[in-house]
């Protein structure tokens, strides 16, 4: 139902934030995630930022499929 | 390795392929034991669209039955609050903002684009902060912002309302049709007409809300659900991890978008929700009442609610006969077993709002499978 | 003089002032020179004919501007049916009050494009509607083409044809809608809106073997790729992993939740040919800048006009027309 997608954090000014979805830049509110800073990637939803994306869950969740996979587990 | 790295990976196809390899020998086993198909339901607009944009609606369609509930908000709203907005884009000077969304959902009395055609100042807003923006630069003029959307859309509206508050402006207003999930998946689970054996979870929803918010499916109901993301990888490891649930007996609610969802949510972004908003219950197209389940404006922000600001009345609601969008809403049919699919309901004459809306069910089976029988889904 | 004026188009001494200082100079054509009531042109036997308007708004937009739009795109309609554009007509419908610098400049602009692609300019017009009755400049451009040997016919179209798209998808769009009020995008993604006669003609010439070709303007390529299939009463198989795209174009595209196969483009072709001769063609579009990510996207199969898309995932979902106009989203 929510349209939202990952942006990286260019610089912060205020309440208000300027990302870049891979190449289009935008500037979007970060009234609702206070603790961001330059060089964070953010879900960005309706011009608001609305959480961090965490690179350590982002590779573990890749990594465990991986060793699943690797052990041949189908169960 | 470098975060931008590691997010492309979720779009790459080799890996979204070894997962289905793993999965299907899965599904297969479960549909064996169960006798029949297995009957995943998601809850989420995006979800509806990304399952037929990557081809997993196709490749699974052997395997599981991927229904598509009430999870876009554009087809939940009722007749009567989108008459209620065409009665407010007839107010002499008023300027309507609206996400793109909802420009062309059917009310008793033509649409928003119709509207905008007879004369009606209706503009499209990427965020709610635009709405405010257009206020502020038309200090002479009403600024309407049509608010519809979950729980993901709402503390937005709220952090517009409240960058609105700090500027003084007296010449916006919302027309609050938000509403919240839980309650309608409470709902569905009830219905002894619906049989759901597992639950996709909308990923966006649970940012706000947190993967707690949703233990009661899994402690209340004992459905097997799973908060998912919206690349394809994520969409598989969802549904493997669904499956995973059904083999082993298991019901919980497992965070399979970790990256991006956490325990608890954004306690902000709810903080936001509970100052601006205040929960009653709401109607739901083709689904009815369901208590608790809408948002209205609360306490000292009631200034800001276009209901009261502009007496209007949205008139007597007609429900378009034949349509069984209620019915698609809630699983029990599949689209294309509505008398009215792809016959006197299509993307350019729609009946219903699952038509209209992109994300709506009936528009994703209309645009990209459209050449399936009724045989080819299961019951 | 700075403004348009209502008198401008009133057929007295302003309007000829236009005609003469504006319209003829920046197009240096002789015939518009003569100011008669028709032009009397040369052509082969054959022609064809055809008339597009265009009532772009922005005006201007990164990678042109009304004019180069209004000039490359009646160019583009003679050459991908199948002939050699020779005569424009160019008229203008002008806002009272639109300043007369941005006339200038579109009309230089469409006289430029002109003469790169070889065209001339033989008749116009000129009308002004009160403010608020138009948007700044709307403009109809009507071209003749001397027909050439091989054109394009649907029927032609045979089970195992290649199906080709001369370069990346949706720009033209993407570019519009991130200017557009409300959205506010900063981005570098420009129109591809360019004449392509210098490479459509030559291919026409040279390959036996192409069915047809088409510009996907409006409806962008998933809707030209269903008008084709119909026509041709065949059933067309994209891969996606094939389309050619800007990256920031998909990005755009994604963020306000609109598929850029259904995004205009102003200075692309599809061409459906013989697949024996699908690599040369390919190869001939990328020597051009306009044509360098040119690729064979699908082939043709037996059917009844389905356009389907097998996903990189590796399954299928159907291509349908853009049913009006795309609006950002955020569900």
């Known amino acids: 139902m929510c349209l939202s997608l990952p942006a990286k954090v260019l610089s912060i000014k205020g309440n208000l934030a300027e990302v870049d979805f891979m190449g ?15 060089g964070d990637y953010v879900m960005v939803h309706a011009g608001f930022a609305i959480e961090k994306i965490s690179p350590e869950e982002a590779e573990k969740t890749l990594k465990l499929w991986e060793e699943i996979e690797a052990a041949g587990n189908i169960e | 390795m470098k975060l931008q790295e590691i997010l492309n990976k979720y779009r790459k196809p080799d890996m979204g392929k070894r997962i289905l390899k793993n999965l299907v020998p899965k599904l297969e086993r479960i549909n064996d034991r169960l006798g029949r198909k297995l009957n995943l339901m998601e809850v989420c607009g995006t979800h ?4 037929s944009q990557t081809g997993i609606r196709d490749l699974l369609l052997p395997y599981v039955n991927l229904k598509s509930g009430p999870g876009c908000p554009v087809c939940v709203t009722d007749n009567r609050e989108i008459d209620w907005m065409l009665a407010l884009a007839d107010i002499k000077g008023v300027i309507i903002t609206t996400f793109g969304d909802m420009m062309r959902v059917p009310g008793s009395r033509g649409s928003l684009v119709e509207q905008k055609a007879a004369g009606a100042d209706v503009r499209v807003v990427y965020s709610g902060l635009d709405a405010v923006k257009t206020a502020l630069n038309n200090p002479e003029r009403e600024v309407i912002f049509l608010g519809v959307g979950f729980e993901t859309t709402v503390p937005t509206v709220a952090a517009s309302l409240m960058e609105a508050e700090t500027l003084g402006l007296e ?84 965070n399979a978008y970790p990256r991006a969802v956490k325990e608890e949510g954004n306690k902000a972004a709810q903080e936001l929700i509970d100052r601006y908003f205040t929960v009653t219950d709401a109607q739901w197209r083709g689904i009815g009442t369901i208590p608790q389940s809408g ?85 | 003089m700075d403004k348009i004026l209502l008198a401008h188009g009133d057929g007295g001494l302003l309007t000829h002032r236009l005609i003469e200082e504006i319209f003829v100079r920046e197009f240096g054509s002789d015939i518009l020179g003569e100011m008669g009531d028709a032009a009397g042109i040369e052509c082969g036997k054959k022609i064809a004919f055809a008339t597009d308007s265009f009532v772009v708004s922005p005006i201007f937009f990164p990678g042109g501007d009304i004019g180069k739009l209004a000039c490359a795109g009646t160019v583009n309609d003679l050459s991908v049916y199948g002939s050699k554009p020779r005569f424009l007509s160019v008229s203008f419908i002008l806002e009272e009050g639109t300043p007369m610098e941005d006339l ?12 790169f692609a070889g065209v001339k300019i033989a008749a116009g017009d000129t009308k002004v509607v009160e403010k ?19 054109f394009s016919q649907a029927h032609k179209i045979k089970t195992g044809d290649a199906i080709i798209v001369s370069g990346n998808i949706g720009d033209h769009g993407a570019a519009i809608i991130s200017r557009r009020a409300g959205i506010d995008f900063e981005s570098v993604i420009k129109s591809d809106c360019a004449p392509l006669n210098h490479i459509i003609v030559p291919l026409w010439e040279a390959y036996e073997g192409i069915r047809l070709m088409r510009d996907p303007t409006r409806g962008g390529v998933a809707t030209t790729l269903k008008e084709i299939a119909m026509q041709a009463s065949k059933d067309f198989l994209i891969y996606e992993e094939l389309l050619p795209f800007d990256p920031q174009v998909r990005s755009a595209a994604e963020v306000l939740g609109l598929d850029p196969l259904y995004l205009a483009n102003e200075g692309k072709f599809i061409a459906v040919v013989d697949a024996a001769i699908a690599g040369e063609v390919v190869n001939f579009i990328r020597r051009f800048p306009e044509g360098e990510n040119a690729a064979v996207i699908g082939e043709v199969l037996e059917g009844r006009g389905d356009v389907k898309v097998k996903t990189p995932l590796g399954g299928t979902k159907l291509l349908d027309m853009l049913t009006g106009e795309q609006l950002p989203r955020i569900c």
């Not at chain 2, 509806?48 to 399952?51: G, W």
């Open chain 2, 48 to 51: 509806t669209v990304n399952i």
């Open chain 3, 104 to 115: 200038i400049k579109v009309a230089r602009s469409l006289g430029e494009t002109a003469r």
């Open chain 2, 295 to 379: 948002l209205e404006l609360a306490g000292e922000f009631k200034k800001f609610n276009a209901k009261d600001r502009f007496h209007v009345s949205p008139g007597e609601s007609r429900v378009p006969k034949g349509c069984a969008c209620g019915d698609v809403l809630k699983g029990k049919i599949w689209p294309n077993q509505c008398p009215l699919f792809a016959g006197a309901c299509t993307p350019t004459s729609p009946v219903g709002p699952c038509m209209v809306s992109s994300e709506g069910a009936c528009a994703a089976y209309y645009r990209f499978h459209r050449n399936l029988k009724e045989g080819d889904l299961g019951g």
């Open chain 3, 132 to 150: 608020g009755k138009g948007d700044k400049i709307y403009i109809n451009t009507a071209g003749v083409g001397e027909m050439l040997d091989n």
């Open chain 2, 171 to 254: 010449n916006f207003s919302v027309f609050s049709a938000h509403k919240v999930v839980p309650p309608a998946l409470r709902i569905l689970l009830e219905d002894p007409e619906i049989k759901i054996d597992g639950l996709i979870l909308p990923g966006h929803v649970s940012v706000i809300l947190g993967r707690k918010a949703w233990d009661f499916l899994a402690e209340e109901y004992g459905c097997p659900s799973a908060v998912v993301g919206f690349e394809a990888v994520d969409i598989l490891l969802g549904v493997n991890n669904l499956a995973d649930q059904i083999l082993q007996g298991k019901a919980e609610v497992a």
């Open chain 1, 24 to 38: 289009v830049k935008k500037e979007v509110g970060t009234t609702l995630l206070k603790d961001i800073k330059v």
